[in-house]
T-cell receptor
Framework: DTGVSQDPRHKITKRGQNVTFRCDPI?????LYWYRQTLGQGPEFLTY????????KSRLLSDRFSAERPKGSFSTLEIQRTEQGDSAMYLC?????????????FGSGTRLTVV | ELKVEQNPLFLSMQEGKNYTIYCNYS?????LYWYRQDPGKSLESLFV?????AVKQEGRLMASLDTKARLSTLHITAAVHDLSATYFC?????????FGTGTSLTVIP
């Protein structure tokens, strides 16, 4: 297993377009998280899945954002009608059952630039 | 909402010197994590601290946790240039991590 994979690594889009990011967690990890990081800040929580169930969503996750994790494997994060304020690094992380005992393993992130 | 504060935010130190980064948090938690981030890269796990009084060391870095004081420290011993990066602490609360704003460390030869 090569860790948490995210695709694409970089995405440039025009304002108003929709974008979708993919995350493949470590195979035995049942917990999956999405975070957003803007320049000079720490990551901020967006949402959390345990298996296929989305158990928690941040108020940062406006109705333009949607996340799925079908079959409890990979996850997608879609942003509709992108705005310049959506420009950020989107980080995916996963952890095994027992989560906090091991910390998270982060992927390399998807850097989104909205022009 | 839980708040996590780190200080200093920026740290410039000479090689060979020692320094400590502080992480204070605002609510009870006995799980704290330290991560390293290089520019443009993702986060690398450094330490997992799971109880009051926990101390972990790896190379020139040592982390400790005082849950009663809601304080964690990351101590750097005899800094080298390779340690230049941004360091984040994160507190596990509910089903998420709350991250500090980070400490940007530059080690000067």
């Amino acid at each position: 297993d090569t860790g948490v994979s995210q695709d694409p690594r970089h995405k440039i889009t025009k304002r108003g377009q929709n974008v979708t990011f993919r995350c493949d967690p470590i195979s035995e990890h049942n917990r999956l998280y999405w975070y957003r990081q803007t320049l000079g800040q720490g990551p901020e929580f967006l949402t959390y899945f345990q298996n296929e169930a989305q158990l928690e969503k941040s108020r940062l996750l406006s109705d333009r954002f949607s996340a799925e994790r079908p079959k409890g494997s990979f996850s997608t994060l879609e942003i509709q009608r992108t705005e310049q304020g959506d420009s950020a690094m989107y980080l995916c992380a996963s952890s095994p059952p027992g989560g906090g005992l091991y910390g998270y393993t982060f992927g390399s992130g998807t850097r989104l630039t909205v022009v | 909402e839980l708040k996590v504060e780190q200080n200093p935010l920026f740290l410039s130190m000479q090689e060979g010197k020692n320094y400590t980064i502080y992480c204070n948090y605002s609510t009870t938690s006995d799980r704290l994590y330290w991560y390293r981030q290089d520019p443009g890269k993702s986060l690398e796990s450094l330490f997992v601290l799971l109880s009051n009084g926990a101390v972990k060391q790896e190379g020139r870095l040592m982390a400790s946790l005082d849950t009663k004081a809601r304080l964690s420290t990351l101590h750097i011993t005899a800094a080298v240039h390779d340690l230049s990066a941004t360091y984040f602490c994160a507190v596990d609360y509910g089903n998420q991590f709350y991250f500090g704003t980070g400490t940007s460390l530059t080690v000067i030869p």
